[in-house]
């Protein structure tokens, strides 16, 4: 046995994050960490790699006790970690990002040759063969991810922890990052993998523990388990079917928006759309193939420079999101880390926040309508806190990101964008979310859907637009509508349907 958890305990005013949670890691194996929001995973892993003091417990690796009182005495003795929001530098060179700290010098100074030598060598390995001259941030994601496990692994060398690392990547680049995981599990590391995507973790992982409320539920080898026994694990009860029901009246549903030849050079194509009452529009694609930025452009982030928007009366503006605000529009995006949230602030307060900002600061809202609302949607999203009071930077990722779609929510658009609403969040809280969509649009607010989970759109969405290059390239309408259509439109090459 490579490294071993005994009895691991973290308690944090009003929760006990961690209770007595046992881990055995082995060399050579990917073991899988799951549970349900706010269950302990993150602090788990900031436990064993000393960013946070544990309250109890014994860690030891390869038969000796350890504790590490810093993320930097974790990777001296071998433990490395890799979240989910790179933690390199975007405007440091790839070869400075990977040799950051260890830079080979000559009389004193970096010598970048032998940096840039050094750094090629190691990504080599890896099989990747970039420019590592360029600034990190001019590379997509998978490969910031890659740069950053590669350092890591350098540094570190035994053990690997991977938090939600796969959160904002699409397949192809998962299937990248899958195999310099499955190319270092040869190499005798063990991997320590956090997800919500069951189906990555069926495909990569040897062993799973699962986790609830702190404490250890199960660990046991992925072959022996179903998707189902793994969600039940989580749940802690057996899962209803959460199919939703197909839209129905779609057809029939008056047009409330008019988007015609909207575009911005270098962004997105111009593209037509007209977006119904009570109607799902869900917006399929690669990353990058132009969906987050037909997103930004309705809410006027990256405003149009040709086109117009309209509705039953006339021209809607869109230069900016107060304007999109001012007309009914929310959008919840993707990332909701750099956006989203207050961190000192309560989850009653980042709930209220977009509500009070579209009343005017100088009205605030009454304290007693505000704490039913904050009630209301903590119930509703199922947002997993002690209480409405706590500041929201003291949630678990999921929680936080379920209270920033309640503060748009709150707000009662007529048109709601979101981009990949249920990712990094529990399987149960997900169903709640599309039930929670399908509600809002009976109810008549128009929603417009990113993701890159079919499935997901396929249930959710009455029509769904295919992008590709930067361009909408195929429309799919009613019995149409089914994930083999959208992987066929995303695949197939030339002409625009
Ligand atoms: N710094 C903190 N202060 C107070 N409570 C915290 C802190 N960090 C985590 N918690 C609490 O500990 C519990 C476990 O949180 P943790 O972040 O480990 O969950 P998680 O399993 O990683 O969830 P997710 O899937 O949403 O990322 C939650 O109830 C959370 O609110
Ligand atoms: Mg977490």
């Given at each position: 046995?490579?490294?071993?958890?005994?009895?691991?305990?973290?308690?944090?005013?009003?929760?006990?994050?961690?209770?007595?949670?046992?881990?055995?890691?082995?060399?050579?194996?990917?073991?899988?960490?799951?549970?349900?929001?706010?269950?302990?995973?993150?602090?788990?892993?900031?436990?064993?790699?000393?960013?946070?003091?544990?309250?109890?417990?014994?860690?030891?690796m390869?038969?000796?006790?350890?504790?590490?009182?810093?993320?930097?005495?974790?990777?001296?003795?071998?433990?490395?970690?890799?979240?989910?929001?790179?933690?390199?530098?975007?405007?440091?060179?790839?070869?400075?990002?990977?040799?950051?700290?260890?830079?080979?010098?000559?009389?004193?100074?970096?010598?970048?040759?032998?940096?840039?030598?050094?750094?090629?060598?190691?990504?080599?390995?890896?099989?990747?063969?970039?420019?590592?001259?360029?600034?990190?941030?001019?590379y997509?994601?998978?490969?910031?991810?890659?740069?950053?496990?590669?350092?890591?692994?350098?540094?570190?060398?035994?053990?690997?922890?991977?938090?939600?690392?796969?959160?904002?990547?699409?397949?192809?680049?998962?299937?990248?990052?899958?195999?310099?995981?499955?190319?270092?599990?040869?190499?005798?590391?063990?991997?320590?993998?956090?997800?919500?995507?069951?189906?990555q973790?069926?495909?990569?992982?040897?062993?799973?523990?699962?986790?609830?409320?702190?404490?250890?539920?199960?660990?046991?080898?992925?072959?022996?388990?179903?998707?189902?026994?793994?969600?039940?694990?989580?749940?802690?009860?057996?899962l209803?079917?959460?199919?939703?029901?197909?839209?129905e009246?779609?057809?029939?549903?008056?047009?409330l928006?008019?988007?015609?030849?909207?575009?911005?050079?270098?962004?997105?194509?111009?593209?037509?759309?007209?977006?119904?009452?009570?109607?799902?529009?869900?917006?399929?694609?690669?990353?990058?193939?132009?969906?987050?930025?037909?997103?930004?452009?309705?809410?006027?982030?990256?405003?149009?420079?040709?086109?117009?928007?309209?509705?039953?009366?006339?021209?809607?503006?869109?230069?900016?999101?107060?304007?999109?605000?001012?007309?009914?529009?929310?959008?919840?995006?993707?990332?909701?880390?750099?956006?989203?949230?207050?961190?000192?602030?309560?989850?009653?307060?980042?709930?209220?926040?977009?509500?009070?900002?579209?009343?005017?600061?100088?009205?605030?809202?009454?304290?007693?309508?505000?704490?039913?609302?904050?009630?209301?949607?903590?119930?509703?999203?199922?947002?997993?806190?002690?209480?409405?009071?706590?500041?929201?930077?003291q949630?678990?990722?999921?929680?936080?990101?379920k209270?920033?779609?309640?503060?748009?929510?709150?707000?009662?658009?007529?048109?709601?964008?979101?981009?990949?609403?249920?990712?990094?969040?529990?399987?149960?809280?997900?169903?709640?979310?599309?039930?929670?969509?399908?509600?809002?649009?009976?109810?008549?607010?128009?929603?417009?859907?990113?993701?890159?989970?079919l499935?997901?759109?396929?249930?959710?969405?009455?029509?769904?637009?295919?992008?590709?290059?930067?361009?909408?390239v195929?429309?799919?309408?009613?019995?149409?509508?089914g994930?083999?259509?959208?992987?066929?439109?995303?695949?197939?090459?030339?002409?625009?349907?």
């Open positions: 046995m490579l490294l071993s958890i005994r009895s691991l305990t973290k308690v944090f005013p009003g929760t006990r994050a961690l209770d007595g949670v046992d881990l055995d890691l082995h060399a050579g194996e990917v073991h899988a960490l799951l549970g349900e929001n706010g269950a302990g995973k993150s602090t788990l892993i900031k436990c064993l790699t000393g960013a946070y003091a544990r309250d109890g417990g014994v860690i030891t390869e038969g000796a006790a350890i504790d590490p009182r810093s993320t930097l005495e974790a990777q001296g003795l071998g433990i490395g970690t890799v979240y989910q929001e790179v933690n390199l530098l975007e405007n440091l060179t790839v070869a400075q990002n990977l040799m950051f700290g260890r830079e080979p010098r000559k009389w004193g100074l970096v010598d970048s040759r032998a940096l840039r030598r050094q750094a090629q060598a190691v990504l080599g390995q890896y099989g990747l063969d970039i420019d590592v001259d360029r600034d990190l941030g001019s997509p994601v998978a490969i910031r991810q890659i740069v950053a496990i590669a350092r890591a692994v350098e540094i570190s060398g035994k053990v690997l922890i991977l938090d939600e690392p796969t959160a904002s990547l699409d397949a192809r680049e998962v299937a990248m990052v899958f195999d310099v995981v499955r190319g270092l599990r040869a190499r005798g590391m063990a991997i320590v993998f956090v997800s919500h995507f069951l189906d973790v069926f495909e990569l992982a040897d062993r799973v523990t699962v986790l609830r409320n702190g404490r250890r539920v199960a660990s046991q080898p992925v072959a022996e388990l179903t998707r189902m026994s793994l969600v039940e694990q989580m749940l802690g009860r057996a209803e079917e959460v199919v939703e029901a197909p839209h009246g779609s057809e029939a549903a008056p047009p928006l008019h988007f015609t030849g909207m575009g911005r050079k270098g962004v997105i194509e111009p593209f037509d759309l007209t977006v119904g009452a009570g109607e799902v529009v869900g917006l399929a694609g690669l990353l990058g193939s132009g969906r987050t930025e037909t997103a930004e452009l309705l809410f006027g982030i990256r405003p149009a420079q040709s086109g117009t928007a309209r509705d039953a009366n006339g021209d809607i503006v869109l230069s900016n999101p107060r304007t999109a605000i001012a007309a009914g529009f929310g959008f919840a995006p993707e990332d909701r880390k750099l956006d989203g949230i207050v961190g000192d602030l309560s989850v009653r307060e980042n709930i209220i926040l977009g509500m009070q900002a579209q009343r005017g600061w100088a009205r605030p809202i009454p304290r007693g309508q505000q704490n039913k609302l904050a009630e209301d949607y903590i119930k509703r999203l199922d947002i997993r806190t002690s209480d409405r009071e706590k500041p929201i930077g949630l678990s990722g999921g929680n936080q990101q209270a920033v779609l309640a503060r748009w929510l709150a707000m009662n658009p007529r048109f709601l964008i979101l981009d990949e609403p249920t990712r990094g969040i529990d399987v149960g809280a997900h169903a709640e979310i599309l039930r929670l969509i399908g509600e809002l649009t009976r109810a008549g607010m128009s929603v417009l859907v990113i993701s890159s989970e499935d997901e759109l396929v249930a959710v969405a009455d029509r769904v637009i295919v992008l590709r290059d930067r361009r909408h195929a429309e799919l309408t009613g019995s149409a509508v994930s083999d259509r959208i992987m066929q439109a995303i695949a197939s090459e030339g002409e625009a349907a």
